[in-house]
């Protein structure tokens, strides 16, 4: 099974490598910045020194608060990386300035990072470096925003009510499971969930994702459109198994399985799609979905393992006749 590379594992090691390298061969300064903050600013204060800076400009570009600014700023004059001048035509505006050894100090630093810069993009062309940083300039705001707990969406009304872009059900079985048999009960098991989500919220999906976790804990994810929208629990784990079966060695152990309903639309649009172009399979559907929706009915009324598909586990904690996948063993 190919091991699936993790974006932010691959970021980790490359920021661990970088980190490395630059403790071992950064300038030593006298004077230099006590905190990141401390060394934003400075760099911030080399590249703007044609134009005045003030402490508003600072606040804004690092999005620190006034009290914050305030408080570093004296640190830094103290240290003697700044100087504040006031303006003779208002006081109270003061111009923030590096010192003479701050400046020069900086500029060492500056020339190690184009030196850094050279080894990091050495064997690329320009147009990979442009979108090299197109690319971490773009996902750089997410990870911030994501960080900061910031959300840039549109504040919604209390009370109302936004579909979801995807649903999903995923269970790492308490014995691992073997077998095409095996394996094919647990995603119907899973289906079935995400088949009842579904019409819980008016929608069916337009594809269908698979993610297969192994003992080893390593994983292993496929995923594929659907000629036509479902919200079946039959057709969800028909596709469920045939991504499977494409990427997955059946005698290979299944320690935990994830099934996920992608590319929603509302179910009013897609019943006026399959009128076009489904006419002749849509009586059959149409007693598939009766079906489940009765099924539905059953399990408000009398509890989720009142009834389910025959191919799918019985939850021992709901029918003590037979446990889940790879659970009697």
Known sequence: MEEKKRIAFVLRAAHNQIKLIVRKSLPKCEKG?????????????????????????????????????TNTLQVMEREGLIVRKALDRDA????????????????????????MDNCITKGMTKEEVAQLFRLLGK????????????????????????PPKSIGNGYTFPNDLHGQ????????????QVAVRLRRHGMKCQGVSLAIRDPNFRDISRQARLETPTDLARELTQAAMELADSCWNMSSPVRALTVTAIYLIPADEAGAQLDLFSAGQDAKRRRLERLEN????????????????????????????????????
Do not use: C
């Open 33 to 69: 910045p006590k905190s990141q903050l401390q060394g934003g600013i400075l760099g911030y204060l080399y590249h703007h020194q044609e134009q005045p800076v003030y402490q508003r400009d600072l606040e804004k570009e690092f999005r620190i608060s006034r009290a914050t600014a």
């Open 92 to 115: 109270r505006l003061k111009r923030i300035q590096l010192t003479e050894e701050a400046y020069q100090g900086h500029r060492r630093i500056e020339a190690h990072m184009e030196m």
């Open 139 to 162: 996902n750089g705001i997410q990870l911030h925003d994501f960080a900061s707990g910031e959300d840039r969406s549109p504040v919604a009304p209390t009370g109302q009510y936004t």
């Open 181 to 192: 048999e095996e394996i094919r009960a647990g995603v119907a098991q899973l289906a079935d």
């Open 294 to 329: 009765t099924m539905d009915v059953i399990r408000a009324k009398y509890g989720p393992g009142a009834i389910a598909p025959a191919s799918a586990p019985r939850d021992p904690g709901q029918e003590r006749h037979a446990p889940p996948p790879g659970g009697g063993k």
